[in-house]
């Protein structure tokens, strides 16, 4: 893979012919990398945050610094929230990590190892300017999150302790 070099354009009109060539060089080449690349090269975003693997503790708070600098607006951090198999558990193999939503509230259900008329399950995560704060819903061993069945699609509550979480953020600014 090619590494591209990320071209600076000047905030001031260029001031003689020169200067505006060389501008008019580097547009091209910008507006060339971004039609074969995506506009993402030239994003003006912070750097994205991962976290270590965090174990999945029943009603457990995680504190994770992030580092994402120049954070005025916590709303524009942008989240993500995957489990990773630690052990072999609904037709996944250690090390397979799935994207799941970071909280949800069920409805009345009735599922192999859960039953109840309501639940909130997963991770609440509140951003600030240097960390991210997430408390584990309280769900005792198992139903932190339901997901299918890597096999037959059968919905099934995961057991904390097969699963870690990895935190993914990173700073949208627009």
Partial sequence: ?????????PYTSPKNEAE??????DLSVMLDDIVRFGNSMYSLTSPVFRSAEQTITSAGQIILPHGLVG?????????WV??????A????????????????????????NLSGTQSTIGLYIVPDATNL???FANQGTTGMWFIANKTTGVSFGITNANW??????????Y
């Fill in 71 to 79: 954070v005025t607006d916590p709303a524009l951090i942008q989240i």
């Fill in 20 to 25: 505006f060539k060389r501008w008019q060089q």
């Fill in 89 to 112: 558990e609904a037709g996944y193999s250690q090390g397979d990590m799935l994207l799941v939503p970071a909280c949800q509230t069920t409805g009345a259900y009735t599922y192999p």
């Fill in 133 to 135: 704060t997430g408390r």
């Fill in 164 to 173: 870690s979480v990895i935190i993914v953020a990173k700073y949208a600014t």
């Fill in 1 to 9: 893979m090619n590494l591209i070099k990320r071209r600076q354009l």
């Fill in 82 to 87: 995957y489990i990773k198999n630690l052990t």
